[in-house]
Each structure stands twice: as structure tokens, then as C-alpha cells.
């Protein structure tokens, strides 16, 4: 069995099934950002070409390695390439939190590590001007006190929701403070649904129901809460129910949501609705990207089976 991650804190293969405490992962959940610093190592002939990399994720520090340091966390390019299951690195990468590195080997280093990062990127924390204050750190922590991480749908909420607020920022550098915090309270209103309701991930654009317009509401009365300006408030509010459609706000945040579903919920919701219907949701997806937009799409790992339906779609 070849290892995938390879640390202090043991080699992962595919049977490895880690867990974190309750504890562990509050205390994880809450430092922000951790991945800053990514490694690549490969042979001395290989050029690296880091330019995607470095526009994709321009607050990583990303540095050349001759080889890898014991306690490192190691993603192996033949690994994540291969027939996979995602969890098998998704609690490594758990597993070893809070990490400031991760260590991408192999000939592929580059393309590899730009689908690790797209995968984990909720671990890289981007801000932009508007984000970088204070507020926002206020912002993040209400946010996430609304998800107990010892439930696994909830976690896999907070998750999208600070995924879609990353992918956000990949699609439309200089946005705005409040399409950013509509962006993580974008599915407040499910939170309280039911498992297929939340995994379902209807298109956030047609969301003009009472149901959104409650999510909204309560974003609004959180952002309050927290010392948002009341225009802001509004903005983000405004947007989370759905009120908002035809904007550029609203359409640079449907792309988020879709890229975000695509390259890290497709698994869940594949598993949970079976192939077919999945095909339909990713043919459906696609074709709501704007040009921008699906250019990212080459830019993330898909699990092998949802891949087909990308292709086919």
C-alpha cells in the first residue's frame, strides 16, 4: 500500500479512517489562515513553472525544496493522481491541523499542488482590502459559531461556505465587503433543513422564497450584531435572500457557489442522489458558469467518477 500524506503523526493509505476530537476540531476551526507556505519538491532537471499558481493563490508563500523534512505533511503527485477516495486526504490534512506547510512531490508537483490548494483552500484564508480588517475577523467567528463541528453536515456546510467565500475571491479579486460576507452566509437558511434538502444545493440565484428571505433576515440581524455598517448589512442581507439577481454581485457569487459545489461537494451529493441525477446537476452547473468562471473549472481534482460527468457535460 502506497502512503498518500506522509508526517510525524504517521503515514495515510487507504484504509486509514483518522478522527479528530470535539475539542480538536474548535480549536482548529478557529486559526485562521493556516496553510501559508507551500513546498515543491522535485528532481533538479524539472522546470516549474508557479505562475497559475502564484495568481491563484497569491498570499501562499511558495518555495522550491530538494527534499522533505520528517515532520513535513507530503502530498505525493502519483497519489493524487490516481483512483481515489478524497477522504483519505482530507483527514490527513485534518489530522495534521493546524499546519502553517504542505509539501507537494513528484514531477507534477505544480499542477498537483494548484488542485490541492483549490481542495483545501478554506485552509489558505485569502482576504482582499475589503476582508483584511478586524470587523471581518468578527465577521468569521459569528459565522462560525453557527456550525457544530461534531456534526459531519454541518462542518461540510462551514466548509462550502468559506469555500464559495475563497473562490469568490479566485473569480473577482477587489470585490466588495458585503458580496464577501454573502458569500458565507449565502445557506444560512438551511441549516436548519433537512440532509437532502442541505445536500441537494439548489442554484442560489432563483432562491426568492420565504425560506431565503428568513436566512436573510437572520444574516442581518448577526451582521448587526457584530458592528456591521447598516448599508453593508443590507447589501449582504439583500443578497443572501436572494433579493438581489441580475447584479454583478450576485452573478460573481452564483459562480462561487457552482465552483465550490463542483470541486468540493460533488462527492456528498453523488453519493447521496446516485450518478444520474448527478449527471443532470453537473450539466446543470456548467452551464450557469460565466466565461471567467469555467475557466477555473481545469483548475480542481474531481473524484474519477464525477470527472466523466464533468467531461460528458
Known amino acids: 500500500m502506497n502512503a498518500v500524506v506522509s508526517s510525524d503523526r504517521g503515514q495515510v493509505g487507504a484504509g486509514s479512517a ?20 507551500l513546498s515543491l519538491v522535485a528532481d533538479e532537471d524539472e522546470e516549474l513553472d508557479t505562475s497559475t499558481l502564484t495568481r491563484e493563490f497569491p498570499s501562499l508563500i511558495v518555495e522550491r525544496a530538494e527534499r522533505c523534512a520528517a515532520d513535513d505533511l507530503i502530498i505525493d503527485d502519483f497519489a493524487w493522481r490516481g483512483a481515489f477516495d478524497f477522504r483519505r486526504f482530507d483527514e490527513a490534512v485534518e489530522n495534521a491541523r493546524p499546519l502553517s506547510l504542505v509539501v507537494v512531490r513528484g514531477s507534477d508537483a505544480v499542477g498537483v499542488a494548484i488542485e490541492v490548494m483549490a481542495r483545501y483552500q478554506r485552509l489558505v484564508v485569502r482576504r482582499n482590502e475589503a476582508s483584511s480588517t478586524p ?13 457544530d463541528p461534531s456534526s ?34 449565502h445557506d444560512i437558511d438551511r441549516l436548519d433543513g433537512e440532509p437532502q434538502e442541505r445536500i441537494e444545493h439548489r442554484a442560489h440565484r432563483v432562491l426568492d422564497d420565504p425560506q431565503a428571505k428568513r436566512g436573510g433576515e ?39 457557489d457552482a465552483l465550490s459545489f463542483l470541486s468540493l461537494m460533488s462527492p456528498l451529493y453523488a453519493d447521496y442522489f446516485g450518478l444520474a441525477q448527478t449527471r443532470r446537476k453537473v450539466s446543470f452547473t456548467l452551464g450557469r458558469l460565466a466565461p471567467v468562471a469555467r475557466e477555473k473549472v481545469s483548475l480542481f481534482r474531481l473524484r474519477p467518477d464525477v470527472d466523466r460527468l464533468l467531461q460528458q457535460g
Open 18 to 37: 483518522g478522527t479528530l476530537s470535539h475539542k480538536g476540531r474548535r480549536k482548529a476551526a478557529s486559526q485562521r489562515p493556516e496553510i501559508v507556505r
Open 135 to 147: 470587523l471581518f475577523d468578527a465577521i468569521l467567528e459569528a459565522h462560525a459559531a453557527l456550525f
Open 152 to 185: 459531519p453536515l454541518l462542518r461540510a456546510d462551514l466548509e462550502h461556505a468559506l469555500d464559495t467565500w475563497q473562490w469568490m475571491l479566485r473569480i473577482a479579486p477587489n470585490i466588495g465587503l458585503a458580496p464577501q460576507i454573502a458569500a458565507l452566509f
Open 218 to 256: 437572520r444574516a442581518l440581524a448577526i451582521l448587526r450584531g457584530v458592528g456591521v455598517e447598516e448599508e453593508d448589512a443590507a447589501r449582504a442581507s439583500d443578497l443572501v435572500a436572494g433579493r438581489v439577481c441580475s447584479e454583478s454581485d450576485a452573478l460573481v457569487l452564483d459562480d462561487a
